[in-house]
């Protein structure tokens, strides 16, 4: 079977007058998973996924989508792009949006009740959008952004502004979409958040792009609850560990094979385990290698 590639960028400039947002810049994404974009405000990510996407003309360069031009309006019946909610209409309803939608893709209107299941959006979907939280605006964004069933779905900040629950769904959803084998590219400055959701992330800055693979930054620590920090905390130290001591937990940083060792130790000396959590750290550490404090 052929792969097609699902996005392209060869050599893409885009310039507000002198200043070079985009700067002759190259990518190639040939699988399903998810690719964070990410940077400081206004260094063009936004930009970036509107040329990519042909809502804004680039000044050189050639842009191809599942190996489409973006030109080709046609390509765009298996792509979305999730923008953010100044898209939307206060006055139509949340049905009013998505029957457009299903319309302008020649969708069955069961499609709309599947999707509105799935986002969990039936209390207000016949609501005016003006009467929305932010948070519901997200949904019905995200609605509106699979109801095509992508291939290729480009996202603008979407882990913003989520409450917890809302936050574990649009996981979910992101998860989702790459097992039923979509190419998710997403701009976030949600740092923890990128963390729970990607490896791959594409820093952009000063006009270029930095493909990174975030295991090689990937840092585990350990949160442990005890009976008795201060034992626990200076048998630990004795032990060659590095600790951080927090009000109610340490915090040891180590790799999943010496979590064994470290517990015995605790254990042994009679010192009860009352929590133990596993935390994974990687993007923020990068961020700052790239962009300073
Ligand atoms: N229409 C425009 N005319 C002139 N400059 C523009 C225009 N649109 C964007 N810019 C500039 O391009 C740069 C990139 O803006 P963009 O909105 O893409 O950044 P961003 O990374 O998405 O920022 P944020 O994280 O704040 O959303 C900024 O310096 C911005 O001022």
Redesign the pocket.
Known sequence: MIKITRLMLRDVLKK?KS?K?IDHVSLKIEDSGIWALV?P???????LLNCICNIIPINSGKIELLGESNKNFKVFEKISYLQDNTILFNYLTGYDHLKYVCDSHRLPKRRIQEVVEYVGMENYLHKKVGTYSLGMKQHLLVAISIVNRPKLLFMDEPLNGLDPSSSILMRKILFDLVEQGTTVIL?S?NLAEIDRVTNQIIFIKDGKLIEIDRNEYTETRYVFKLSNQVLANKLLLDSGYTIQQEKDAIIVTIGEEDLNDCIQIIQNNGVTILDLQKEVTGSEKLYTKFFGK
Do not use: A
């Not at 405000?41 to 930009?47: D, P």
């Open positions: 507000y200043h947002v940077g405000n206004g260094v063009g990510k936004t930009t701009s400055h």
